[in-house]
């Protein structure tokens, strides 16, 4: 087990994070640099990918680097579930055929949930929630995507889903059994997960990566990186 998910590193975090020192935390798993190892890592993998998937593409910050990295033929599909985003994403490539935005989140179940728009900013602090706020957005799978909807599997993955991530890797199981995607670059989000009720949602996501043959490797405190 990994020192990040190990259960005594996941006590420490609690305790850091109820006294507002969760910097050291960070240096001591990390290092200097926090998220730059993350971005450097993920840039070089992505070189030579056919088929990108940005899993929670926000802004598109992400979306627009693979699209610059990849060939004249690669490809990149960007989910994001917030309304807003995914407008302003669709306007930013309109004229880019790389890239194809999708608005929906991916989970382990088909369905709907509700989405929160953020009272003030450009809409990156969007979110789904678990109330009803009257804003519904469609959820998918990957495995339904792949499997019933003919949609092609991605070489590389980068999944960023405010602490949805565990549903994400729950419902694309038989994806990374039978078209596993060569790289998988994932932000865990540990506190999101507790709070969820998933205190073991880091360790968990481990396992399952693991238990299809991939190598991980955490690049910095909430960073992971798994490869086949």
Not at 25 to 31: D, I, N, T
Not at 33 to 51: H, P, W
Not at 67 to 95: C, T, Y
Not at 145 to 151: D, K, Q, S, Y
Request: charged content about 25%.
């Amino acid at each position: 087990m990994a020192l990040t998910t190990h259960p005594a590193m996941l006590g420490v975090r609690r305790t850091l994070r109820a006294m507002g020192l969760t910097a050291p935390l960070r240096k001591l798993l990390g290092g200097s640099g926090y998220e730059q190892k993350f971005d450097a890592a993920m840039m070089s993998a992505v070189t030579g990918a056919r088929l990108v998937w940005d899993v929670g593409a926000n802004a598109g910050l992400y979306t627009q680097k693979f699209a610059d990295a990849l060939s004249s033929d690669g490809r990149v599909v960007a989910f994001e579930p917030s309304p807003r985003n995914a407008n302003a994403l669709a306007q930013k490539f309109s004229a880019d055929e790389r890239v194809t935005v999708e608005t929906c989140a991916l989970s382990d179940q088909q369905g709907q949930m509700f989405f929160e728009a953020a009272a003030e900013g450009d809409g990156t602090r969007d979110h789904i929630v678990d109330y009803d706020t009257g804003l519904k957005v469609e959820v998918l799978t990957a495995d339904m995507l792949v499997f019933e909807r003919n949609v092609p599997a991605p070489d590389f993955m980068k999944i960023d889903v405010e602490g949805f991530e565990l549903h994400v890797f729950k419902g694309m199981g038989r994806m990374l059994s039978e078209r596993p995607p060569r790289h998988i670059f994932c932000e865990v989000h540990f506190f999101a997960l507790e709070k969820m009720g998933l205190k073991t949602g880091p360790n968990d996501i481990v396992k399952i990566l693991t238990g299809k043959g991939y190598t991980v490797k955490w690049t910095d405190a909430s960073h992971l990186h798994a490869h086949l």
